[in-house]
């Protein structure tokens, strides 16, 4: 509501440049001018007049009559008054011609064989000079009609027409203490028209288009406003339901093996958050996250998570001695002591060796305060604790972070192992990871491995630790137990016995 009403008082201050916008718009494609001149040629806009002439005795005979009649149905604006031979003159009156040359007018504008001159009632008179002495004369229709369909007072607007150095007041301003709009319109490249509006004219030209405009423009306000509330209603309701999914402890982890492909060791698992609500429903985390990040309450649903993960992990027997759980946070939790403190905590209260505990960084988020979080890093490494680097190359940061920051092992993002035999461009991003990984002697992890053929790809460029669909999908704590018991039954390779 309140965005719909900031909108209204939005609209409402814009009326007037929306009204002179619409007038110039209009006035461009209401200018249908009876004239438009070519500098080299002095024509008519009209080819009526081209096909006039051949049809032109030059005797005013009764055909030449006739001849100007047929030739006003096709002409546009304009009307072929009369024709002055050097002895005679007609119209389509008849054998007469009521309207003078004003070839001594000392308002016209003269461009080649065409005299331009204002007539009575805001029109154009158009005098074609033929090269015996003679010319045709034509009248516009009223310049109050042509451009602003007589929508108002002719006081309120004036229309000057400007050729070089020549103009003639089509329409002449009819008070000085009125403040007038110009709007400026290029006929040719020559030919300007120009048009002056008071506030009353531009209000009285557009009054029935702005009535349209601002009914659309409020339907398109109503429209996002009722949007805008349904998204605002939703993450409302999605914040309720996960103030009580916190409450519940409805928010559980799901582990995905890492697996060494030479050796089909599982050397750890990273933990992927699921909402586990209490009628049976799983809700994956693109549904809530954003909305959890946004309220601040993913800080809540990473301590649920720690408790649970240390107590899971903790209560695995006859681990490996490498073996660890990942959980991913985001940047900004690294920046605080406190987070560091916490965690540390509840891997004393599960008797859990620290070093079964790895945190990874998404990029989703940018750091904002490098020097706190590159404390909070140390301090946990120094406890036993690593740091990778998840997602690498798709967020903010990217790379510039592995220099700064102590990570010692970088996850290789899904969507560069997806180019693994495409012509994908993104192909040769994968490979300068990879070197850079090897360079800086830093553990890599792919993520998002889904055949075999990947598997070899990476194997041959010396990425070996796998994480993906090609050996084991996200599996809650019971899952990881059985997958973990048959890889025992098989001399510890895991490869022998995937879970799908």
């Known amino acids: 509501m309140i965005i719909f009403i900031l909108g209204l008082l939005t609209l409402s201050m814009m009326q007037n440049f929306i009204k002179y916008a619409l007038f110039e718009h209009d006035l461009s494609h209401r200018v249908n001018l009876p004239l438009d001149v070519n500098d080299a040629n002095a024509i008519l806009i009209s080819t009526a007049i081209n096909n006039l002439l051949p049809e032109l005795s ?5 055909d030449d009559i006739d001849a100007l009649r047929l030739a006003n149905d096709t002409s546009t604006n304009i009307q072929f008054l ?26 016209k504008i003269t461009v080649g064989n065409l005299t331009i001159s204002p007539y009575t009632n805001n029109r154009v008179k158009v005098i074609y000079h033929l090269n015996n002495g003679g010319y045709v004369l034509a009248i516009s229709e009223p310049f109050s009609q042509l451009l602003y369909r007589n ?16 103009h003639i007041h089509l329409q002449s301003k009819k008070s000085l203490s009125e403040t007038y709009q110009v709007f400026q319109k290029s006929l040719t490249q020559n030919f300007i028209l120009q048009v002056y509006a008071t506030k009353k004219g531009i209000d009285d030209v557009t009054k029935p288009d702005i009535a349209f405009i601002n009914l659309f423009l409020v339907l398109i306000l109503f429209i996002f406003s009722f949007l805008l509330g349904l998204k605002n209603t939703h993450q409302k309701t999605v914040k309720s339901m996960i103030e009580i999914g916190i409450r519940k402890k409805e928010f559980i982890p799901y582990y995905q093996p890492i697996i060494n492909s030479l050796s089909g060791e599982i050397i750890g698992c990273e933990t992927l958050l699921r909402w586990h609500k209490s009628n049976g429903d799983i809700i994956p985390p693109n549904a809530f996250i954003d909305i959890a990040e946004k ?30 759980a990942s959980i991913n946070v985001l940047p900004r939790q ?25 945190i990874e960084v998404t990029e989703s988020t940018p750091f904002t305060d490098l020097k706190s979080a590159k404390r909070v890093m140390q301090r946990l490494i120094d406890n036993d604790i690593s740091i990778k680097l998840d997602d690498a190359g798709t967020g903010f940061g990217g790379f510039s972070y592995l220099q700064q920051l102590p990570f010692n092992t970088l996850k290789i993002d899904k969507m560069f192992i997806d180019t693994i035999g495409t012509c994908d461009v993104k192909a040769n991003i994968l490979n300068a990871i990879i070197t850079f990984g090897k360079k800086a002697k830093l553990t890599m992890i792919a993520e998002g491995v889904e055949t075999l053929d990947q598997v070899e790809y990476l194997r041959e460029q010396g990425v ?19 997958f973990i018991n048959a890889c025992k039954s098989n001399d510890d390779n895991c490869l022998a016995c995937r879970l799908n």
Do not use: W
């Not at 030059?58 to 009764?62: A, K, P, V, W, Y």
């Not at 007072?153 to 000057?160: D, R, S, T």
């Open 58 to 62: 030059m005797t005013c005979s009764d």
């Open 82 to 107: 009369q024709l002055v031979t050097t002895d005679k003159g007609c119209s389509i009156y008849g054998n007469v011609a009521p309207v003078g040359d004003d070839s001594h007018a000392r308002h």
């Open 151 to 166: 929508q108002t007072n002719k006081h309120n607007i004036a229309v000057y027409l400007i050729y070089k150095d020549q």
């Open 295 to 324: 309220n601040k309450q993913i800080y809540e649903i990473t301590d649920l998570l720690i408790d649970q993960v240390t107590a899971d992990i903790s209560s695995l027997k006859g681990l490996d001695d490498q073996f660890y």
């Open 334 to 358: 690294l920046e605080n002591q406190t987070f560091a403190t916490r965690l540390l905590q509840k891997l004393s209260e599960h008797e859990m060796p620290n070093h079964r505990l790895a």
């Open 464 to 482: 070996y630790l796998i994480q993906g669909f090609v050996y084991a999908k996200p599996m809650p704590f019971d899952e990881l137990k059985t």
